[in-house]
């Protein structure tokens, strides 16, 4: 322990720079807070946040606290579930109705049966059960939010009530005022009563007038305010940004056959002129710019019955599936490039295209009587023809449809008629429109949308006949492109009249009668007697990269051209002849060519059509064929060429051979395909031809043309078995020649043999990065499998195993890198490619079974143990890390030696405590378990994959390193789902986390985290892609590992990374982008499921060593508590101390992340801030979301984890934005509160002298002893107002949810200080949360606080460099998706897609309506949290002495939250709340200042005018309880009287929207609690009582007269005199109403009048304090103003008999002070200076001077100085100017 106390002081020594920071936190920390001295003093050497605790040992914890200590809720919290793992077998999903297979079961080729194994294996899903609990997989995005929302109670604001109100007729308006009133004089007491005695008062609360005892009240209080609370606070609050969610993954994709853009064609009718023969039809498309076949062909024969009977001899039978007159293509790359060309051949008869095409082109259906003979000659003929040569066809005409004009608007296809049925028109598809609209605009690809678009019905009118001389595809594509470009060429060519009529719409998703190119019946398929539609297969224009994962073996044919003008004989109309031979009788011709249309299903043979007398014919045919699941060495393809006899001539045969080639399918174990030029023999070939080629020349073998080559072929698969690649086919090859031992095997020139064998295999392995890589996708499956196997299954070879794990690593690695380099588009946020996600998700499994065993091994059984056979592990690992290892049996492994960049000590430390428990070591044990067989037969050896990946990660280099750390979250995934894997299949998944795995392994990961880590401090600046996916993998795989190995374990690898962090950011240049990676990195390994159980919320804080009492134990039995243990247990709670950052480790590390950001001294720069908070507010959101944690004894142990944050939101209360009004009066310090007007109202007075009237000071009247003074500066605020809110929200999450008897204790041992912050958030709380109202909505989202401070944030970000790459990348993700390559999509207005729902600005009335509902439960719960937490505040101060103090604070926050706009039901527990704190300390209200009296009868009085009842029963129930409460003290309630009359007075100047109808009833309320007030009734109580209510009603009466007045300023302003002037008795509303006419004066501009207005108030103050005290330097009362205003004399104090200043309740205002006077005069000149009544200026200061003088207030007295200066030279200027004006 001491070296390691001294290793950490060492390294305090080089961090002194963060170690200061700290120290000043800690210091700041420390003032005035009592538990943290203790706390230093006590047992825990505290350790600098900066630096990570030693977490506990967590299973040592989990098995000495078994779950059955925590009986109920609470066991789930100590414990992972027993079934957290679960292994899914996924059904894979089969499209056909037959199971794609090869029809032989037996004899398999390995390729096919290898494949068969990847395509029909389920799919093996590994996932932990829970995980859907955390935000990995669930976000909380918007959508869930609303799902939480459900059934929400609307809350009633009189807010949203007033404004319903308004909407009413002014008829409605009209109605509520009281006639009687208007014709009554002022001051009649008989209108008074007789209205109040017609009113009807307010539902009375049945328990204002019972006494009860304080402690019963607070209970019911309490019980009251828990009942129907919403639980989910965080639910009513906008979802968390879902840019800040690094830890979100996305389940990957199941693996599919790719499929593109897929269009339906049907063709329904094709007519000739003359219809006289069968004519056959072919579709295809065509790519004219990549100059590419893209689909193979679909055959369809829409002839007459009568037609097609011509050729029964030929077509016994007719399979359905070549009936089908509509397929589906797929387009993967649309373009404007692709034609739907249509082929027609006909029956061979004599005579070349053009004759037989003649009567076509020249014979009408109308001239049919003019030729009729003619007609029955040609339908003689054709008769004949079919008859005798009806297997053979002939070349006829062809069109081609420009598909761009089907699906887009251009190229002058009406598009108009709305019927999508609606025929389309057009003569052929280069009529002269077309062109001209093809000159007019180029169309680019992405207008090219095949799978969206107007179904057409097309008539095709025009067919082009074919030339003999130019039938090959590069003819076909000079015609395509002509048909783009006005061309004379095609011109040229003779149309022959037709009519085809065919469907083109975009295919449905899932077609019915649909056969796959194989003829398998897609499902559905719900009859197999309808015609089907054909799916074609498509062949891509460019690379696709999509594994297979279905069994697929077709193989295509295209003879292209033959050259037989040498050869002699006749040899005219040539027919080749095409079988697919499986050996060389012809009786072994295989039926697996495809039939074309109206044919049978399969046939052994195929011919070309015939072009009549041309000896070197070109073809354009396709003959498609399915290949043999077993090929051999004989399987060949056999091509004959006959001459046919045309003419029937005696002795002539029908069909001559006159030549023959073939092409060997199978050689050196590859598939043969590509182009070929073979040589002809005249002759048949000899026996054993088919295993050589025809290149070789055979003895006695006649030639065409002396062997050379005459016969063009082209040879294509689309096989998801045979690779087509020679890199990948050598592999595949060599391991399958080791799997069955079948040496020697010949590869091309090498033969291979057990000596060569390794190395070959090695160099094909390393070979294997020059494969093509779409093919190495579309083979991925096997291909890993395979790598895998050869990793787990080391093969023997000659009696000696051979180690390929370091080959199969870097094969591994390399594929991976280049998969990934090469398709960034298929990427998540986290860089991880989709397919190869999807590959270990679904289809990697551990193999279970063997392989077979080599002949030499013997008759060994199986059931022997598994064995390592690396014996590369040296004894006992060096401190140095040199992973030395002894040489392998094997001589394929080097002497590894390697160093990985990696903190040598710190890994020793983390596997160190495991060295001493190791028995034995890996040699050795090896040794002793081969001692235990002395059989002679070899070993079978298995290795562990997860083993090997790790040890060959260690120990790589260079290139094979990096290539692994670019892509380390797939090296991670596959080791955890092979830990995963191997645990189920070993049955361990119930023993204890240590032993599931081997110490060397768990060596290996130490070793593996440090060096990453490293890798991630060292190259964060240079490779910040790469390091950013590095972070984030290599915290997912932490995560993984919390759910497999030992989670103490895990978090010393947690501390090692954050370790090596802390290290680099003392010297790093650029320390906030390392931060974000740490930020993110924690919230990633957090966003585990079980990150509750993994913090121990059931723990105890203490030191290991001294055991505590259980935390649950302990806030049972508070009252209990000593404060001494008080102060020990419960600091370590709320602070980040150590034992909290040992026990509650994750928590610890996430808060203590949030605290250094927070840090004013630190270098948290905004975005961090948004970071460090959003990670918080994400995980109280899964909190808050979880099912398993509704109960409130489990809420209240989450809670624990997060009690400090409590004292960190206390901390950063400066940095804080400030939600209250942006007015400069209207500061939120503590003495200061928000004004009693209606924030939504237009006030009818200034800010300031509405405060003033309220009783509220002017900021610069009075300190407040508690304040802040850093408060003070609330404009320095450094968070935005979004990250404020948030942290705000949170800090109220824990407050709602921790246990109230544990914040009793906490707040019981703050001090004066730290409690009026508390309050002073509180307060802040209040203001943030305030209900907006639903017109506020209407206008502005108040749920979006991103204000400009966002788009500052973005500048830094764009400034500094700190947005880091994931961002970047998620955004290219994001734009790159639905969007193909376009740039900056983010940025354009027109692509909205990436907005959230929260930004939409056209929302739904109910949408509207909805938020209203959201925000006003979020505003009422914020609310009664904050109640909550003011009533444990009262609680635990009642028995300290700092009782006064911090009473007032937390009545000013209650008064604050009754200013804003509040619910009904909130104030209802607002204002029980407040009853009780005036039942128990009156004293608070009557003997202190009057201020607070003064705030709350306006608050009240405010509440009785409410248009809400219960709130106005409320309001009534607490302002009479007031009276009688101050009644009881003294007798009399003069203080309340004045009190309420001024508020009412100053309600009436200010508010516009004031009902009095509505306080009428209230004032009946009152007299009516009065009258039925029995312990009350026989003092003078009722009475007085009575006296104000009709005053009260009188001011009433004023009111109603103003309103009347309110669009007549002259009349106002009269009667607002006059009710000043009715008051000239009671200085105080004297006072008020003279205030009320300078604000409205100054309101209208009228400056000369306010400033008199304010001189008399300031008058009629001097005289009373005149009359209070004798001073000097005060104005001998209203005389001294006498030079500024000559009425002034008014304001003379009425005689003493009538008032006395003493009175209770007198002068109480606070203008009734000396500092009140000076406020008063200040603005009296302010005012004159507005009205440019210099003069006057000085005649005011002349008053204020002496007063300054007195004082000493030298800056005053300077400010007065330099203002009369500037008035005096505005009076000279002014005179000058006359004065020069009069010379003139």
């Known amino acids: 322990m001491t070296s390691s106390a001294s290793e950490r002081r060492a390294f305090a020594h080089k961090i002194n720079r963060t170690v200061a920071a700290e120290v000043r936190k800690q210091v700041s920390r420390d003032y005035g807070s009592p538990q943290l001295t203790k706390k230093r003093g006590g047992a825990h050497q505290p350790l600098p946040l900066t630096e990570v605790a030693e977490p506990v040992d967590f299973e040592e914890y989990v098995s000495s606290h078994a779950p059955g200590v925590e009986p109920g809720p609470l066991r789930q919290l100590v414990e992972f579930p027993l079934d957290d793992l679960e292994l899914l077998p996924l059904d894979?999903?089969?499209?056909?109705?037959?199971?794609?297979?090869?029809?032989?079961?037996?004899?398999?080729?390995?390729?096919?049966?290898?494949?068969?194994?990847?395509?029909?294996?389920?799919?093996?899903?590994?996932?932990?059960?829970?995980?859907?609990?955390?935000?990995?997989?669930?976000?909380?995005?918007?959508?869930?939010?609303?799902?939480?929302?459900?059934?929400?109670?609307?809350?009633?604001?009189?807010?949203?009530?007033?404004?319903?109100?308004?909407?009413?007729?002014?008829?409605?308006?009209?109605?509520?005022?009281?006639?009687?009133?208007?014709?009554?004089?002022?001051?009649?007491?008989?209108?008074?009563?007789?209205?109040?005695?017609?009113?009807?008062?307010?539902?009375?609360?049945?328990?204002?007038?019972?006494?009860?005892?304080?402690?019963?009240?607070?209970?019911?209080?309490?019980?009251?305010?828990?009942?129907?609370?919403?639980?989910?606070?965080?639910?009513?609050?906008?979802?968390?940004?879902?840019?800040?969610?690094?830890?979100?993954?996305?389940?990957?994709?199941?693996?599919?056959?790719?499929?593109?853009?897929?269009?339906?064609?049907?063709?329904?009718?094709?007519?000739?002129?003359?219809?006289?023969?069968?004519?056959?039809?072919?579709?295809?498309?065509?790519?004219?710019?990549?100059?590419?076949?893209?689909?193979?062909?679909?055959?369809?024969?829409?002839?007459s019955d009568q037609m097609k009977g011509l050729l029964k001899a030929h077509t016994p039978h007719m399979a359905i599936s070549t009936l089908a007159r509509s397929a589906i293509f797929s387009i993967t790359y649309p373009s404007a490039d692709i034609f739907l060309v249509i082929k027609l051949e006909k029956v061979l008869q004599q005579g070349d295209i053009g004759e037989c095409c003649e009567p076509y082109m020249v014979m009408k259906e109308s001239d049919s009587s003019k030729h009729k003979e003619k007609l029955e000659k040609l339908r003689l003929q054709a008769e004949q023809s079919c008859t005798r040569l009806g297997y053979f066809r002939m070349p006829f005409a062809w069109t081609a449809i420009h598909l761009l004009n089907i699906v887009s608007s251009v190229g002058g296809l009406d598009r108009s008629d709305p019927d999508s049925d609606s025929e389309r028109k057009g003569h052929g598809t280069w009529n002269e429109k077309k062109k001209k609209g093809f000159e007019r605009m180029s169309v680019g690809d992405e207008m090219c949308n095949f799978a969206t678009f107007r179904p057409a019905t097309l008539t095709v009118t025009n067919f082009f006949k074919q030339e003999g001389d130019r039938l090959s595809d590069e003819d076909l594509y000079k015609y395509l492109a002509d048909m783009r470009r006005p061309s004379s060429v095609l011109r040229r060519l003779r149309p022959v009249t037709a009519q085809l009529k065919i469907d083109i719409s975009p295919a449905p998703d899932s077609p019915h009668y649909c056969l796959s190119p194989e003829l398998l019946h897609v499902k559905p398929y719900p009859d197999l007697r309808v015609r089907p539609t054909k799916d074609v297969l498509e062949f891509p224009a460019r690379y696709v990269y999509t594994p297979h994962t279905t069994y697929r073996n077709l193989l295509y044919v295209y003879p292209q051209s033959l050259n037989f003008s040498s050869r002699q004989g006749s040899v005219r109309n040539i027919a080749v002849k095409v079988q697919f031979m499986a050996g060389e009788d012809p009786s072994q011709a295989l039926p697996v060519i495809f039939g074309k249309s109206s044919c049978a299903e399969f046939m052994q043979d195929a011919y070309t059509?015939?072009?009549?007398?041309?000896?070197?014919?070109?073809?354009?045919?396709?003959?498609?064929?399915?290949?043999?699941?077993?090929?051999?060495?004989?399987?060949?393809?056999?091509?004959?060429?006959?001459?046919?006899?045309?003419?029937?001539?005696?002795?002539?045969?029908?069909?001559?051979?006159?030549?023959?080639?073939?092409?060997?399918?199978?050689?050196?174990g590859r598939l043969r395909t590509g182009s070929f030029s073979l040589p002809v023999s005249v002759e048949k070939p000899p026996p054993s031809y088919s295993v050589l080629t025809p290149d070789v020349q055979l003895p006695g073998m006649k030639w065409v043309d002396n062997h050379k080559g005459v016969f063009n072929v082209e040879v294509t698969a689309a096989s998801s078995v045979h690779t087509q690649d020679p890199h990948l086919d050598k592999f595949f090859t060599l391991v399958y020649v080791l799997e069955e031992y079948s040496f020697p095997f010949r590869l091309k020139d090498v033969i291979i043999t057990e000596a060569n064998m390794e190395g070959e295999l090695k160099a094909s392995m390393a070979a294997l990065r020059g494969a093509l890589l779409d093919t190495c996708v579309q083979f991925l499956h096997q291909l890993l499998n395979k790598l895998i196997q050869l990793i787990i299954y080391p093969p023997v070879i000659a009696g000696q195993i051979v180690n390929l794990g370091r080959a199969a690593f870097e094969a591994m690695s390399l594929l991976i890198n280049q998969i990934h380099k090469n398709l960034e588009g298929n990427q998540d946020q986290h860089g991880r490619n989709n397919l190869l996600a999807s590959y270990i998700h679904y289809c990697f499994r551990l193999p279970t079974a063997e392989p077979a065993i080599p002949p030499t091994a013997g008759t060994q059984s199986y059931e022997m143990p598994m064995q390592y056979a690396t014996l590369s592990r040296a004894t006992v690992r060096p401190s140095s890390l040199h992973l030395s290892r002894s040489k392998s049996i094997s001589n394929s492994n080097p002497d590894l030696a390697s160093t990985p960049v990696s903190p040598d000590e710190e890994v020793q430390r983390i596997i160190g405590s495991k060295a001493k428990d190791r028995s034995c070591n890996r040699m050795s044990a090896f040794l002793d378990s081969v001692a235990l067989f002395s059989v002679p037969t070899r070993q079978i050896t298995k290795k562990l994959l997860h083993e090997e990946l790790a040890l060959q990660w260690v120990v790589s280099t260079s290139a094979v390193r990096e290539a692994a750390l670019q892509q380390a979250w797939f090296f991670f995934q596959l080791m955890t789902k092979s830990m995963t894997h191997h645990l189920f299949l070993t049955s361990k998944l119930d023993v204890a986390r240590r032993q599931r795995f081997p110490d060397r392994f768990v060596d290996d990961i130490a070793a593996l985290v440090c060096a990453i880590s490293a890798d991630i401090a060292?190259?964060?600046?240079?490779?910040?892609?790469?390091?950013?996916?590095?972070?984030?993998?290599?915290?997912?795989?932490?995560?993984?590992?919390?759910?497999?190995?030992?989670?103490?374990?895990?978090?010393?690898?947690?501390?090692?990374?954050?370790?090596?962090?802390?290290?680099?950011?003392?010297?790093?240049?650029?320390?906030?982008?390392?931060n974000a990676l740490r930020v993110d990195f924690t919230r990633i390994v957090c966003s585990h499921e079980h990150y509750v159980v993994l913090n121990l919320p059931c723990s105890t804080l203490s030191p290991p060593a001294s055991p505590s009492p259980s935390t649950s134990s302990t806030t049972s039995q508070s009252s209990a508590f000593s404060s001494m243990v008080q102060d020990q247990g419960v600091a370590t709670m709320f602070e980040l101390s150590v034992p909290f950052r040992q026990q509650h480790f994750l928590s610890g590390l996430l808060l203590t992340e949030l605290s250094l950001i927070l840090d004013p001294d630190g270098e948290g720069v905004f975005f961090l801030h948004k970071k460090a908070i959003s990670a918080v507010h994400s995980l109280l959101c899964s909190h808050d979301a979880d099912p398993r944690y509704t109960d409130p004894q489990v809420r209240a142990h989450i809670a624990q984890l997060y009690l400090p944050l409590i004292p960190i939101v206390m901390d950063t209360l400066h940095q804080l934005h400030d939600f209250s009004d942006s007015s400069p009066a209207r500061c939120r310090l503590a003495t200061a509160h928000a004004d009693d007007a209606d924030p939504d109202s237009g006030s009818t007075i200034s800010q300031s002298v509405a405060m003033a009237i309220a009783g509220s000071p002017l900021p610069h009247v009075k300190a407040n002893p508690f304040a802040l003074p850093t408060v003070a500066g609330r404009q320095s605020s450094s968070l935005s107002a979004e990250c404020s809110r948030t942290l705000l929200v949170s800090f109220l999450w824990v407050l709602k949810n921790a246990d109230a008897a544990l914040l009793e204790r906490w707040v019981s041992d703050l001090s004066v200080l730290q409690i009026n912050r508390l309050l002073d958030l509180l307060h802040l709380c209040v203001s943030c949360f305030e209900y907006k109202g639903k017109k506020s909505l209407e206008r502005i989202n108040s749920l979006t606080f991103k204000k400009s401070q966002d788009m500052k944030a973005r500048l830094e970000e764009a400034i500094l460099g700190t947005i880091g790459a994931r961002q970047e990348m998620v955004r290219r993700c994001r734009e790159r998706s639905p969007y193909g390559s376009q740039e900056n999509v983010r940025w354009r207005k027109n692509v909205t897609h990436w907005r959230q729902n929260t930004d939409r600005v056209d929302k739904t009335k109910a949408e509207m309506e909805q938020e209203s509902v959201v925000d006003g439960n979020l505003a009422t719960e914020a609310s009664l949290i904050v109640l909550d937490t003011l009533e444990i505040v009262v609680k635990t101060v009642v028995a300290s002495e700092l009782k006064e103090s911090v009473l007032g604070g937390v009545l000013r926050v209650l008064l604050h939250s009754m200013a804003g706009n509040q619910s009904a039901l909130f104030l209802q527990h607002c204002f029980t709340t407040q009853r009780a704190l005036v039942f128990k300390f009156p004293e608070m209200l009557f003997e202190e200042d009057t201020e607070l009296c003064a705030d709350l009868c306006l608050r009240l009085l405010r509440h009785c005018s409410s248009s809400v009842g219960s709130v106005r029963s409320h309001a009534s129930a607490s302002l009479y309880l007031l009276m009688r409460q101050n009644f009881e003290i003294g007798n009399n309630f003069a203080r309340v009287k004045m009190q309420v009359t001024m508020s009412l007075s100053s309600l009436v100047g200010t508010s516009q929207n004031f009902n009095e109808e509505h306080l009428r009833r209230s004032l009946k309320t009152i007299l009516t609690y009065a009258e039925e007030d029995l312990e009350l009734r026989d003092t003078p109580f009722p009475e007085q009582v009575q006296d104000l209510v009709f005053n009260l009603h009188m001011i009433l009466t004023d009111t109603v007269k103003m309103k009347e007045h309110q669009q007549d300023p002259e009349m106002l302003i009269d009667l607002m005199y006059r009710i000043a002037k009715g008051y000239q008795n009671s200085p105080d509303l004297r006072l008020t109403w003279l205030q009320n006419m300078a604000g409205k004066h100054s309101a209208r501009g009228n400056h000369a009048e306010a400033a008199h207005c304010l001189v008399h108030s300031a008058a009629l103050v001097a005289e009373y304090l005149n009359m209070l005290e004798d001073c000097r330097y005060l104005p001998i009362g209203c005389v001294t103003f006498q030079n500024i205003s000559s009425n002034v004399l008014e304001e003379s104090a009425v005689s003493d008999d009538v008032l006395s200043p003493e009175e209770e309740g007198i002068c109480a205002g606070k203008y009734f002070s000396e500092s009140g006077l000076v406020g008063l005069l200040e603005q009296a000149a302010a005012s004159f200076n507005m009205a440019a009544m210099y003069e006057a200026i000085n005649e005011v200061y002349k008053i204020l001077l002496p007063i300054h003088e007195a004082n000493r207030d030298f800056k005053k007295l300077a400010t007065v100085h330099g203002k009369l200066q500037d008035a005096f030279n505005k009076v000279y200027n002014q005179s000058s100017g006359w004065e020069l004006a009069l010379t003139l």
Not at 1048 to 1057: D, H, K, P
């Open 92 to 303: 894979k999903e089969c499209t056909t109705l037959e199971p794609p297979l090869p029809e032989e079961d037996d004899s398999l080729d390995p390729r096919v049966r290898d494949a068969l194994a990847v395509y029909t294996d389920d799919w093996l899903v590994i996932q932990r059960k829970y995980q859907r609990y955390s935000t990995t997989y669930t976000p909380h995005n918007s959508e869930r939010q609303r799902e939480r929302r459900r059934g929400l109670v609307k809350q009633t604001f009189e807010l949203d009530e007033a404004a319903a109100a308004e909407r009413q007729d002014d008829q409605d308006d009209a109605k509520r005022r009281s006639v009687s009133l208007d014709e009554t004089p002022r001051g009649s007491w008989a209108s008074s009563i007789f209205d109040l005695k017609n009113s009807s008062p307010d539902a009375l609360l049945p328990s204002v007038l019972e006494r009860a005892a304080a402690e019963d009240m607070d209970r019911r209080n309490t019980e009251a305010r828990l009942q129907g609370r919403h639980g989910d606070l965080l639910g009513l609050y906008p979802a968390p940004d879902e840019d800040e969610a690094v830890e979100r993954c996305s389940v990957p994709e199941v693996p599919k056959e790719h499929c593109g853009q897929r269009i339906m064609v049907k063709c329904l009718s094709l007519k000739f002129e003359i219809e006289i023969e069968p004519i056959f039809g072919t579709l295809a498309l065509y790519d004219v710019k990549e100059k590419k076949k893209i689909s193979e062909n679909f055959y369809f024969d829409l002839n």
């Open 609 to 668: 059509p015939i072009i009549y007398h041309n000896k070197s014919p070109e073809f354009y045919e396709e003959m498609k064929m399915r290949i043999p699941a077993n090929l051999t060495d004989n399987h060949h393809l056999l091509f004959t060429f006959f001459h046919i006899s045309c003419q029937p001539k005696q002795n002539t045969p029908l069909e001559t051979p006159v030549g023959y080639t073939w092409i060997p399918l199978m050689q050196h």
């Open 1018 to 1074: 060292n190259r964060y600046q240079k490779d910040v892609e790469l390091v950013e996916r590095l972070n984030s993998s290599l915290a997912f795989f932490l995560n993984d590992l919390l759910s497999l190995v030992d989670r103490g374990f895990v978090f010393n690898l947690i501390r090692s990374y954050y370790k090596q962090i802390a290290n680099k950011l003392h010297t790093a240049q650029n320390p906030s982008s390392l």
